[in-house]
């Protein structure tokens, strides 16, 4: 069974811009879709290893009731300009990556997110908590 999803979107921005917002702290609140993330707290990243706090409020997806919570992102994959990833840290630490892949195009960047949960452990993994991907829809394209 697939453990990763992947979505793609041109955007008609270089990539150095789009890179921009997603170095910053606030720059993942404000691209936020879910209405999880409330606010962040730390400095631009600059590098793998770096850390920054993102305060949630799971009850926006009303599906599991954590209330107000914080996690610690933490970049384990630093390109400039190319890619960036990270893992969550706090209530639960899965071992899950969310991440980004920046590829010039004619008209801007083409845009690839990424959600990996390959590395979770396999207790998370027997949890089904993960999307469950039909070898179907992977063929359907």
């Known amino acids: 069974m697939p453990e990763r999803l992947e979505v793609q979107r041109a955007v008609a921005a270089p990539a ?16 936020d879709s879910s209405g999880m993330l409330m606010q962040a707290s730390g400095d631009v990243v600059a590098k793998t290893g770096d850390t920054f706090v993102v305060h949630m409020d799971r009850e926006a997806l009303n599906d599991y009731p954590l209330g107000l919570y ?3 992102v933490e970049i384990v994959t630093f390109q400039p300009d190319r890619e960036i990833a990270w893992t969550v840290h706090g209530q639960l630490d899965l071992g899950h990556v969310y991440g980004y892949r920046l590829d ?3 008209d801007g960047t083409l845009v690839t997110s990424y959600y ?6 396999q207790d998370w993994k ?4 993960f999307p469950v991907i039909p070898e179907s829809a992977l063929r359907a394209t």
């Open 16 to 31: 150095s811009d789009i890179f921009a917002v997603l170095t910053s702290p606030q720059g993942h609140v404000a691209i």
């Open 70 to 72: 914080d996690v610690t």
């Open 104 to 106: 010039p195009i004619a």
């Open 116 to 121: 990996d949960w390959s590395g979770a452990g």
């Open 126 to 129: 027997d949890a089904a908590i």
